[in-house]
């Protein structure tokens, strides 16, 4: 079992910066790759950027590629996403979700590959 918890969403304004954190606890945190999705009201969870569990590969959705960057510190067992010039579009529930996979450089991008999820934490960029 991972146990997933988000924090670092509010309310900021269009072309700020917020950085989420996801805790990670249950599992060797560096056996498993990590994602971060989101989901705006009446539409579907997309993708938005991942890491490997090695760190040494991320991935991003076009949408957010140069403005967001995935990040994790495994020390900590903890992992980022520091958001930078944020749009009223990237208005959504942001979750973390984790995959066990031992010594991998992949990196996941849908969501069936993921079996641990946090509650989300709300992100919303005022226009």
């Known amino acids: 079992q991972v146990r997933l918890v988000e924090s670092g969403g509010g309310l900021v304004q269009t072309g700020g910066s917020l950085r989420l954190s996801c805790a990670a606890s249950?599992?060797?945190?560096?056996?498993?790759?990590m994602g971060w999705f989101r989901q705006a009201p009446g539409k579907e969870r997309e993708f938005v950027a991942a890491?490997?569990?090695?760190?040494?590969?991320?991935g991003y959705a076009d949408s957010v590629k140069g403005r967001f960057t995935i990040s994790r510190d495994n020390a900590k067992n903890t992992v980022y996403l520091q958001m930078n010039s944020l749009k009223p579009e990237d208005t959504a529930v942001y979750s973390c979700?984790?995959?066990?996979?031992?010594?991998?450089?992949?990196?996941?991008?849908?969501?069936?590959?993921?079996?641990?999820w946090g509650q989300g934490t709300q992100v919303t960029v005022s226009s």
């Open positions: 890491v490997a569990s090695s760190g040494s590969s991320t």
């Open positions: 979700a984790a995959r066990q996979v031992y010594f991998s450089t992949t990196t996941y991008s849908r969501s069936r590959d993921y079996a641990y």
């Open positions: 249950g599992r060797s945190f560096s056996s498993v790759a």
